[in-house]
């Protein structure tokens, strides 16, 4: 079985940008979760998405934001990029409903931010 | 104050040692516990799983849940230079959203 694949691995940005970064769960999971990782901040919680409507969300600013297809795949849009913006972004899948937890990760896209 | 505490150390040892990693927490809605290892350049994977309080071993991993204490552990004995990496706590309440330590840079040196 297929694991959790992003797209692009790595992505340069200026500050003003906006990008789009795209996850693809693995087979049969309907449930896609974000995560942003800076080595200050560590892994922080973007939003989660189940069935195509966002479950939970994050404290992050609304220049964050998601979306999910009928296949479960994934797409995240930062708009305005600001310097701080730099991370690693990590999709992360589970089957659904209240699966505990058992998050299943990506590489992850690597994002900077000049 | 974070709702999970994890010392980021890093933390050295030598191959063969046994090694304890650690985090506390605050929210007593937490019921499911997790370790997960992640190395360099990619995401983390799922390394051990927990429900609620408890023992559970597999291999050479043992991951422990004091819910009296908010308090788990990651053993890992007769640790080898491949363990070397970030270990990450995790954990969450039911239907809620996992929620990280900072992670642990460990590095077993041969």
């Known amino acids: 079985k297929a694991g959790v694949t992003q797209t692009p691995r790595y992505l340069i940005k200026t500050r003003g940008q906006q990008v789009t970064l795209s996850c693809s769960p693995i087979?049969?999971?309907?449930?896609v979760s974000w995560y942003q990782q800076t080595p200050g901040q560590g892994l922080q919680f973007l939003f989660e998405y189940f069935s195509e409507t966002q479950r939970n969300k994050g404290n992050f600013p609304g220049r964050f934001s998601g979306r999910q297809f009928s296949n479960s795949r994934s797409e995240m849009n930062v708009s305005t990029l600001e310097l701080g913006d730099s991370a690693l972004y990590l999709c992360?899948?589970?089957?659904?409903?209240?699966?505990?937890?058992?998050?299943?990760f990506g590489s992850g896209t690597q994002l900077s931010v000049l | 104050q974070k709702e999970v505490e994890q010392d980021p150390g890093p933390l050295s040892v030598p191959e063969g040692a046994i090694v304890s990693l650690n985090c506390t927490y605050s929210?007593?809605?937490?019921?499911?516990f997790m370790w997960y290892r992640q190395y360099s350049r990619k995401g983390p994977e799922l390394l051990m799983y927990t429900y609620s309080s408890g023992n559970k071993e597999d291999g050479r991993f043992t991951a422990q849940v004091d819910k009296s204490s908010k308090y788990i552990s990651l053993f890992i004995r007769d640790s080898q230079p491949s363990d070397s990496a970030t270990y990450l706590c995790?954990?969450?309440?039911?239907?809620?959203?996992?929620?990280f330590g900072q992670g642990t840079e460990l590095s077993v040196k041969p």
């Open positions: 992360a899948s589970q089957q659904g409903g209240d699966s505990g937890g058992k998050l299943f």
């Open positions: 995790a954990m969450s309440a039911a239907g809620g959203k996992l929620i």
């Open positions: 929210n007593s809605a937490f019921q499911y």
């Open positions: 087979s049969g999971h309907r449930s």
